[in-house]
């Protein structure tokens, strides 16, 4: 029997972070993504796990550093003006080639911008993390069970390729209450840490956790070397597809407006469009290919999003541009409606076959 | 025949990138000797900085971590929470631990991290080139304080053992310096007594080594030493700051 449980988008995180064996969590207090840190707060003591509020995002993020370094799954979550803070974290986390699972719960910016719900963090999240070459796998949950799934995978995934995993959200998926299947956990792997500091025990020679290469040649070879294992990573882009066999107008969008979306493409078939949804869950890698897929039957795509444009510039690149793509959003914490998303499938639609 | 001086079994058989007259290496080994007297390497994790001691991590034969710059204390945070049982120690710089890592340091202390953390104090950013750091003091010529560090404009230094003191999770804050055979061994005696601290699980522990750095202040290394008793004690006084420990 499926175990359902009522919760907060928030709170299935923080849980789906247990059930993944994580029990070191380093947060510091931001709306809205509260609720994440608060049920660590509560469950962390009686696990023997450490919840531990820093004294600023910085410190946070590179308490996880040095509890990743250990060898241990740690954990950090915040919302969008700290990320800007943990940037710095997640550079050297990349660079020492330290896993890690961090949780951006979005609100609208730029600056310390609102609380409402936003996803204009998708360039920080894909694009312009940190400082250096690097890349976060960024995985884009659209439900509670979602946020609760991916979060297991993320703490996998990190482990895996020593990368840094991120669960991208929104203040409305964190906030949202629906009933969520626990056991949905599955096996967790135990992966062998050999490189992690635990101390010699007398038993190997020591280990370094480093991101400093003063020598061109050696850097340029690590990140050769890294890109590499992102390349491996590529395989796992994915999408989730709703109505695209016969869909002349591809309507793309994750997280929260990919339900406002799937909604939209009901409404334009209605009106006769035979529009379709695509829905990366995966934002880095992004799926290229299943967009270049769409390409070749649709005649022209939707992206919606809560930015003022973003994920747009990925669909854009992944078709070359070979068909005509709209933008529907809103920003600064608006959400774009059911009707909106109709009235930009309806323009798509206008458009000649080219 | 009888070895009395040999390298420490915790320093690798490395040469050190520090500048001839650099105290530097005198602190390393004090450390050094104190991780083999506890019989402590295969437990300890050291964390380097951003500074002149970032290559720490090459110098020292037990796990090492290099953090961001300022960030070491969250970096040994995180690493002794992970792992209650390995003896963790930083060890940094004055522009790491006092300008941009100041709020890691006192937070640390606050919450008493039961870590050890070796600070050294030269009064200037040697790595980068000699700038002010926050520790010059008043009149202090540096790179970036041309016409001496006038307080008006650059504020004053920060005094750490003074000001960790009265952070209520210190347990054991003390200012020691290597510019003398006697104060060397006085320094080791204190770093000694920090690591003890942290085996018996009696919280935060920092020693401030005064320490010199001929290159950048334009100085001979033994004038270097001269100018630190002359300058620097004065101002940064040795001493206990604060010891809970011993009374536990």
Redesign the interface.
């Known amino acids: 029997m499926a175990e359902k449980v009522l919760m907060k988008g928030n709170e299935a995180v923080a849980e789906a972070a247990i059930m993944a064996g994580c029990r070191?969590f380093?947060g510091y207090p931001i709306t809205p993504q509260t609720e994440l840190a608060a049920y660590m707060a509560k469950r962390m003591p009686k696990l023997g796990g450490?919840y531990?509020q820093?004294?600023?995002e910085?410190?946070?993020i590179?308490?996880?550093?040095?509890?990743?370094?250990?060898?241990?799954r740690?954990m950090t979550s915040s919302s969008s003006p700290g990320l800007s803070l943990k940037s710095?974290?997640l550079s050297?986390l990349a660079g020492?080639d330290l896993p890690a699972v961090v949780v951006n719960i979005q609100r609208g910016g730029p600056g310390l911008g609102g609380i409402r719900p936003s996803q204009a963090d998708y360039f920080h999240a894909t694009r312009s993390t940190g400082h250096g070459d690097f890349h976060l796998i960024v995985l884009a949950p659209n439900t509670v069970q979602e946020m609760f799934d991916l979060t297991i995978e993320a703490f996998e995934l990190a482990d895996k390729y020593r990368v840094t995993a991120m669960v991208l959200g929104d203040g409305m998926l964190g906030q949202v209450m629906e009933p969520v299947d626990i056991s949905r956990a599955g096996n967790i792997t135990t992966f062998a840490k050999d490189w992690a500091?635990?101390?010699?025990?007398?038993k190997r020679s020591?280990?370094?956790?480093?991101?400093?290469y003063l020598e061109a040649e050696e850097l340029e070879m690590l990140n050769l070397k890294r890109y590499e294992k992102y390349a491996e990573v590529g395989k796992y882009a994915r999408t989730d597809s709703y109505l695209t066999e016969d869909a002349e107008v591809i309507v793309v969008a994750y997280g929260i407006c990919a339900r406002i979306a799937k909604n939209a493409v009901n409404g334009a078939r209605k009106k006769g469009v035979k529009a379709g949804l695509i829905r990366p869950i995966t934002l880095w890698p992004f799926p290229k290919k299943q967009m270049k897929a769409a390409a070749a039957t649709a005649k022209a795509f939707v992206v919606v999003e809560m930015s003022m444009g973003q994920m747009v510039e990925d669909v854009e690149l992944s078709i070359r541009c070979s068909r005509p793509v709209i933008l529907c959003s809103r920003t600064g914490g608006m959400v774009p409606t059911d009707e909106a998303v109709i009235s930009a499938i309806m323009e798509a639609d206008r458009t000649e076959r080219s | 025949m009888t070895i009395v001086y040999q390298r420490p079994q915790a320093l690798t058989d490395t040469v050190t990138h520090y500048c001839p007259g650099c105290t530097h290496g005198i602190i390393h080994r004090l450390v050094a000797e104190v991780i083999d007297e506890l019989e402590i390497m295969d437990q300890c994790i050291g964390v380097a900085p951003v500074g002149c001691a970032v290559f720490a991590y090459n110098y020292f034969e037990c796990d090492m971590a290099q953090a961001a710059h300022g960030r070491a204390p969250a970096v040994a945070t995180g690493i002794k929470r992970a792992n209650p049982a390995n003896i963790v120690f930083t060890y940094q710089g004055d522009g790491d631990l006092a300008a941009i890592g100041t709020a890691e340091t006192v937070h640390a202390a606050a919450r008493s991290e039961n870590i050890t953390i070796i600070f050294v104090n030269n009064a200037i950013y040697g790595m980068t080139g000699g700038q002010m750091a926050p520790t010059t003091m008043p009149g202090q010529i540096t790179q970036t304080s041309p016409y001496g560090r006038d307080p008006k404009l650059a504020g004053y230094p920060v005094k750490v053992c003074e000001m960790l003191a009265e952070v209520d999770g210190t347990t054991y804050a003390e200012r020691v310096s290597v510019d003398s055979v006697k104060r060397v061994r006085n320094a080791k005696r204190a770093i000694r007594k920090a690591f003890e601290y942290q085996i018996a699980g009696k919280g935060f522990s920092i020693i401030e080594v005064l320490s010199t750095c001929s290159t950048n202040w334009g100085l001979e290394p033994v004038e270097a030493l001269e100018w630190l008793r002359k300058n620097m004690i004065p101002y940064y006084p040795l001493g206990v700051y604060k010891d809970k420990g011993a009374s536990e």
């Open positions: 070191h380093f450490t531990l820093a004294e600023s910085i410190a946070a590179n308490m996880v550093y040095g509890a990743s370094a250990a060898g241990v740690a710095e974290g050297y020492s500091l635990t101390g010699t025990q007398g020591k280990n370094i956790v480093n991101s400093l």
